[in-house]
């Protein structure tokens, strides 16, 4: 990012993050075989993704853990670290964190053959951003100037009247250059903007993509160390490694099947039978007493990761039996550190707030007494909101993988502590669980992670709670939170933007925006066969590094 102007200084992750990353259990995830083979072929556990493989309209992990294999992006994250990394761009730089030029390495190819332009990043953010086009990954680019006029409004909703054109279909805020330099202009300044670029929604397009989005998505074409070859629905996607890949780091294997699951549990079995080479799920009850450190003896690890688990209950309009009150309430009545005794042998730490502790700018106990258990200020609580006025409470997971056990504990905490009947209810499928919340069907409390798309303390906050926002599940609206998400990108100083998203969290403190349940390690096996595993600080395996021994 060097440059004549002023070169923007990214935000890395915080230095406790750094001593964290070197802890671990049963296998060490720092350190590199040096005598593995390259080639081969290997299989890792995969899940439903919710949507066909579109980079914008992917806003979950199943689907996002095979873009971020395939893709390629301006910034890359060290998959020590975090720290973001030029990949395509050549340099990002600004001199006011509004204006910003982006120039790109020459001839970065797609896995088609063609060169990766300036072009194809803003034909692709310009398609996201459309409102019609309905992208999950819209909200992004929310910041670049002239987003709004790209929005229009359904005037009766699920009506019979629809929603007008937008005023434009390209933002103003994005002008191509020339074929390796476009610029970017923000309505406000923005800070943060360069770290956020490496996130899967910034992905490039290539011009293929436009002729039929939809049929792409099952087999995309990408610019990543790995390309798509198949997807047999609900069973498994083959990848194979691009020869012509243009970036540093390509891939040590020939093949990766993603081979999908309904229940980690079966996955973790086939580990431990090297039927699959690697699971990034170790179901509950081989937690307990470190049961899997025997299972999988030397090829195991733990690591703390940008992953924070939390409570979501549904929109007002949905289900109004969950107000602030009685979320406060049913948080005061979760046991955490019981259940993560007993569920996850002490792997999590109870959250004391809605940032996870390994990014710059966390903040302990910003949830204050409500994150602390406490049956008789709970039930106490619950008198004074007028008690609970539905039939029973509700708590949804999904049945794919490994949630049943800690959210039937949770229920049991909820059900004693307050009196009132709570169950805990399977979805078949991570893609069946997310398609009922982004359409507004699932009531109750449900359950919400949040793994980071980039080591920043807004990307806790402005993605989920801000309003509109792609992955706002419970349509949380404060103008007081979103005016200091506003402020807090504006500010030109890290220190002093990581304190106004401080106080915005605190605002989700006194809403009680979600209920904040523990902050995240992922633990992982692999089969007897391969090598050089990791866990990047997203808590998703580093896929190229994986080798056969």
Partial sequence: ????????????????????????????????????????????????????????????????????????????YNVETAAPENDI???????????????????????????????????????????????????????????????????????????????????????????????????????????????????????????????????????????????????????????????????NVDNITFKIYQDSGAAYADVQANQLDVTDEVPASAQIDDKYKTDLPDRNLQKPVGVIQTITTAPTAVDPNYPPAIRKAISMAINREAIIKAIFNGTRQPATGWVSPVVDGYKKDVCGESCVYDPAKAKAALEAAGGFKGKQITLSYNADSSHKEWTEATCNSIKQALGVNCVATGVVDFSTFRKQIHDRKMTGMFRTGWQMDYPSIENFLTPIYGKGASSNDGDYNNPAFDAKLKEAAAATDAAASNKIYQEAEQILSDDMASIPLWYSTTTMGWSDKVTNVKVTPFGVPDYASISLK
Wanted: charged share 25%; with cysteine; hydrophobic share 35%.
């Fill in 1 to 76: 990012m060097r440059g004549t102007t002023r070169t923007v200084a990214v935000a890395g992750i915080s230095a406790a993050a750094l001593l964290l990353a070197g802890c671990g259990g049963g296998g060490d995830d720092t350190k590199t075989d040096t005598t593995a083979k390259t080639g081969g072929s290997i299989s890792v556990r995969g899940c439903n993704p919710e949507n066909p493989l579109i980079a914008g309209n992917t806003s979950e992990t199943c689907g996002g853990n095979v873009l971020d294999v395939i893709t390629a992006k301006l910034v890359k």
């Fill in 89 to 251: 761009a050549e340099s990002i730089e600004t001199t006011d964190n509004q204006n910003f030029t982006v120039k790109l390495k020459k001839d970065y190819k797609f896995q088609d053959g063609t060169v990766v332009k300036a072009k194809n990043f803003v034909d692709a953010w310009n398609y996201t951003a459309y409102g019609p086009n309905a992208q999950l990954g819209s909200y992004f680019f929310e910041p670049i100037e002239g987003y709004g006029d790209l929005q229009s409004e359904d005037p009766d909703a699920d009506g019979p009247q629809k929603a007008p054109a937008p005023k434009a279909k390209e933002m103003t805020g994005l002008k191509v250059v020339d074929d390796s330099t476009f610029t970017i202009k923000t309505t406000d300044k923005v800070s943060n903007l360069p770290v956020r670029l490496g996130y899967t929604a910034f992905a490039p397009q290539p011009d293929s993509f436009f002729t039929d989005p939809k049929a792409f998505g099952d087999k995309p074409i990408a610019a990543g160390p790995y390309k798509l070859d198949s997807w047999t629905k609900n069973a498994e996607i083959k990848l194979s490694k691009f020869a012509d890949y243009s970036g540093a780091k390509k891939g």
